[in-house]
């Protein structure tokens, strides 16, 4: 215990405090430099607990600090008779002050944020220094009382000693329900609305705690100079606070004091020796930020080997004997009635229809997985279902409520939790505090601002149990960036657990994950499903059929198979939504691509990846992938949506990390070579989606990317004459037909051996997919191309040879003619197995 309070930050900054007041006697240097220091500090932590805690940063936080000493000043003059009860209406001033600001500023994020609480304060100064009669103007209020403390050491103390118990009061408020909730909503806002909890009154009580923080201090300092004065509001001095607590570590609890250390007694010192000190303190704050991000705190955990944040105390709850069973109590449901229902829902975004009328019911105790090739709207329906966006039309009704235009958060309260596409966790909390702060949506004290949020012991052993049911206990302690890919999966599983939902949507919770891993969290969702209704969004389609029991397939927005899986891959408008395959001859005729008009030569490999494996952010999506690509040569690379077929080009065009392996352009390794240098090589890409500069006409979009040996623009024309047409139209007001030819002829402006084209085909019609695909077919004359497409049958005519990937790796290499040849391997590797969807009994069965 004694051990305890000697290493407690606040004894640490109590020590530092009394410490140079002592040497500031001994070397007689003013006392009231020491009572400045510690009024900065408790500036600085006010600061920080929007910063480091929260995630938000205020440009203007001045805005409060001189306000309140302004505040103090005047309620001295007739309103109060000492200054401890002024320093009470100071922060009853600021409380009221910052909810009218906070109701504002809050409604924006990011830079926005900032700059309107920079405009506030500059609008304070303007009234401060020009409304001289209220505020004395230029020359301030000056000879405000202090009838308490009349002696500076007096002040001194009072002033060391309200400090010490405010920063204590914020050590305590960091450790409370409350303030482990902002270090989350600091690193994922949107997974903390997703747990259920309402982030701009989270936002809202922190800021308004943050200025009656900022407040006080401003009122301390107006009886340390017993004044007020408009120079703390104005913009030169609006960055100060934030600029000393940067300079000490906004990442520990005690950077506002070093930093408030450093920032006052330099700028003592520099001014001295000039009148523009800014000029020497200027590099010194450049250097810190070069070479110690993490400020004075983190320099010094440097150089004892011991980086991490100290905002708060780096232990865990002691993991009790016996840990118990997840208890799925509060998701009983009646299995004969929809716990979801939708009817007539729609979603456009202008002309674009991204979900068109659909009707589903979802049952409880079920798997129900959503299924359509990419585009189809299975996360745009996500997001509707949860209220990330809006209908256009339709009605949602969740266990008996209309949820059609609830708030997200009231939806989660009322059972339904919701995985992310991409991995959405609070990735510098540890594991055990990710899930704590999900199982504290459901607590009745879950914004508790006193308490220990350790101490809630109910709270603490269904955190364990989550742990223990998807297999992270022994992970417990670390944070969630030192985790694996697959590892983070499962922590956001037991997190979307934890809100004691009855509905689970799962947004490709296999993706990126190595088959070991995809084995225990499809046994997971399997099991979770004779509790809970389950929806899985997914693109491995052999664990979707083995594992689900009801399957829903979208097609551009609209539902086009519903059934048991055997039914859905029988059905002949999902395989050809999967493979591509005309119904009748005249569609099959607009597929039709014209002939090449000569045999092409095929030359020496000029592209090739070598054992490569790549992902983002942590996760793995490719696998030792080998591609060679030969001088001349038409290549088609083919698979599932979600197998790595974009991120395969990405590689090539170095624009993923690349985990291993090699990528080779004329035997030239350019495995870490930037974009721009791998484009001046020979290699272009035409992503998917066009990206095209909308205010920009055609003619524009293709001069930017012009360069010496590349296509002239009467060559482009002749490629697509349309283009002659439109070539004075800006690209916003383009067809999607006519922006694919624009993103082909921009690959083509550069000299370029190898043109990737992700996606040509996506979103045209017959008629104008078979103009774009003539216009590939002659492109084959002047580079050799990589062609990504879904619709296998459409593209296997016009290529050499054909790549596959399944799950990151590539399970078919070979000549494009025997694979388009071979209905079975494509129904197999590409599209909806009846094979696999027979053996769905079994697999569930060794799943469960």
């Known amino acids: 215990m004694k051990s305890s309070i000697f290493r407690h930050p606040v004894t640490g900054l109590s020590v530092t405090l009394v410490a140079i007041s002592l040497a500031a006697l001994a070397l007689d240097i003013p006392l009231s430099r020491i009572t400045e220091i510690a009024i900065y500090t408790l500036y600085g932590a006010g600061v920080n607990l929007l910063v480091g805690y929260t995630g938000l940063v205020p440009f203007g936080a001045s805005v409060f600090f001189g306000c309140a000493s302004y505040a103090a000043a005047l309620s001295m003059r007739g309103m109060f008779g000492n200054e401890i009860t002024a320093l009470i209406f100071v922060m009853v001033f600021t409380l009221v002050l910052a909810v009218v600001l906070g109701a504002v500023v809050l409604r924006r994020k990011g830079l926005y944020f900032s700059l309107l609480t920079l405009a506030c304060s500059q609008i304070a100064y303007e009234i401060?220094?020009?409304?001289?009669?209220?505020?004395?103007?230029?020359?301030?209020?000056?000879?405000?009382?202090?009838?308490?403390?009349?002696?500076?050491?007096?002040?001194?103390?009072?002033c060391l000693v309200t400090v010490v118990g405010a920063m204590w009061m914020l050590w305590r408020l960091a450790h409370s329900p409350f303030g482990r909730l902002l270090q989350a909503m600091r690193d994922n806002e949107q997974r903390v609305t997703s747990l259920g909890y309402d982030s701009y009154r989270v936002k809202l009580a922190a800021f308004v705690i943050s200025a009656v923080v900022i407040g006080y201090a401003g009122g301390l300092l107006a009886f340390l100079l017993q004044g007020a004065y408009a120079n703390n509001l104005s913009w030169q001095h609006a960055g100060d606070s934030l600029l000393m607590t940067v300079l000490g570590g906004v990442h520990h609890f005690l950077g506002p004091l070093w930093g408030a250390i450093g920032f006052i007694l330099l700028q003592e010192k520099l001014s001295a020796v000039t009148e523009n000190w800014w000029l020497l303190f200027a590099p010194i704050i450049i250097l810190s930020a070069l070479f110690s991000p993490e400020g004075i705190h983190g320099l010094v955990q440097r150089v004892r080997g011991r980086e991490r944040w100290s905002l708060v105390r780096s232990r865990t709850p002691r993991r009790p004997d016996v840990i118990a069973n997840f208890d799925d109590r509060h998701t009983k449901l009646d299995p004969s009635k929809p716990i979801l229902s939708v009817r007539g829902l729609s979603k456009s975004f202008g002309s674009i229809v991204t979900a068109n009328n659909i009707d589903l019911d979802v049952m409880p105790c079920q798997l129900h997985s959503f299924i359509g090739p990419n585009g189809a709207g299975k996360t745009t329906f996500f997001?509707?279902?949860?209220?990330?966006?809006?209908?256009?039309?339709?009605?949602?009704?969740?266990?008996?409520?209309?949820?059609?235009?609830?708030?997200?958060?009231?939806?989660i309260r009322l059972g339904m939790g919701r995985s992310f596409q991409i991995v959405s966790v609070f990735r510098n909390l540890t594991a055990f505090e990710n899930v704590h702060v999900a199982v504290r949506a459901r607590h009745a004290k879950r914004h508790g601002m006193w308490r220990e949020a350790y101490d809630l012991n109910e709270v603490n052993a269904r955190t364990w149990s989550l742990l223990a049911a998807v297999g992270l206990?022994?992970?417990?302690?670390?944070?969630?960036?030192n985790l694996s890919h697959g590892e983070q999966r499962l922590l956001e599983i037991a997190i979307t657990l934890a809100t004691e939902a009855k509905l689970l949507l799962l947004d490709e919770p296999l993706a990126g994950l190595a088959e070991a891993d995809r084995q225990v969290v499809g046994a997971l969702i399997r099991k979770l499903s004779r509790t809970h209704a389950v929806v899985l969004i997914e693109h491995d389609m052999d664990r979707v059929l083995t594992l689900s029991d009801r399957i829903t397939v979208l097609h551009q927005g609209r539902l086009i198979a519903d059934g048991k899986p055997a039914e859905v891959a029988a059905n002949p408008d999902v395989i050809t939504a999967y493979l591509g395959k005309p119904k009748d001859e005249e569609e099959a005729a607009a597929f039709a691509p014209v002939a090449s008009d000569r045999k092409q030569q095929i030359g020496a490999p000029v592209l090739q990846l070598k054992k490569v494996s790549a992902g983002y952010a942590g996760s793995r999506i490719l696998n030792d992938v080998d591609i060679v690509v030969r001088e001349g040569e038409a290549v088609a690379l083919l698979g599932r949506n979600g197998v790595g077929k974009t991120t395969t080009l990405r590689a090539m065009m170095g624009a993923v990390e690349i985990g291993g392996g090699q990528v080779l352009f004329d035997g030239k390794d350019i495995t870490s070579?930037?974009?721009?240098?791998?484009?001046?090589?020979?290699?272009?890409?035409?992503?998917?989606?066009?990206r095209l500069f909308p205010n920009l006409t055609v003619q524009e979009n293709l001069r930017l990317a012009m360069r010496p040996g590349g296509a002239s623009m009467d060559e482009v024309f002749e490629l697509f004459p349309r283009l002659r047409e439109r070539m004075k139209s800006r690209a916003e007001n383009l067809s999607g037909g006519e922006r694919q030819m624009v993103a082909i002829a921009r690959a083509l402006m550069v000299p370029s051996r190898v043109i990737l084209l992700d996606e040509p085909f996506e979103g045209l019609a017959p008629a104008v997919v078979k103009e774009v695909m003539d216009a590939v077919v002659r492109l084959r004359g002047r580079a050799a191309l990589v062609i990504v497409e879904h619709h296998a049958e459409s593209v296997l005519p016009i290529v050499d040879r054909a790549y596959v990937l399944v799950n990151g790796s590539v399970a078919f290499?070979?000549?494009?003619?025997?694979?388009?040849?071979?209905?079975?391997?494509?129904?197999?590797?590409?599209?909806?197995?009846?094979?696999?969807?027979?053996?769905?009994?079994?697999?569930v069965g060794a799943a469960a």
């Open 383 to 411: 997001n509707m279902l949860t209220g990330v966006l809006s209908p256009t039309a339709g009605q949602i009704l969740f266990d008996g409520h209309d949820i059609t235009r609830m708030p997200i958060h009231k939806r």
């Open 813 to 843: 290499e070979g000549s494009a003619q025997k694979l388009a040849a071979d209905k079975e391997l494509q129904g197999r590797l590409l599209g909806v197995s009846d094979a696999a969807a027979t053996s769905t009994s079994e697999g």
């Open 473 to 481: 206990l022994d992970r417990a302690e670390e944070l969630c960036t």
């Open 128 to 158: 401060a220094f020009k409304w001289t009669d209220f505020t004395g103007g230029e020359n301030g209020l000056q000879n405000v009382p202090r009838p308490l403390f009349e002696s500076q050491p007096m002040f001194h103390a009072f």
């Open 673 to 690: 070579s930037a974009s721009y240098e791998i484009n001046r090589l020979g290699l272009s890409m035409v992503p998917e989606g066009r």
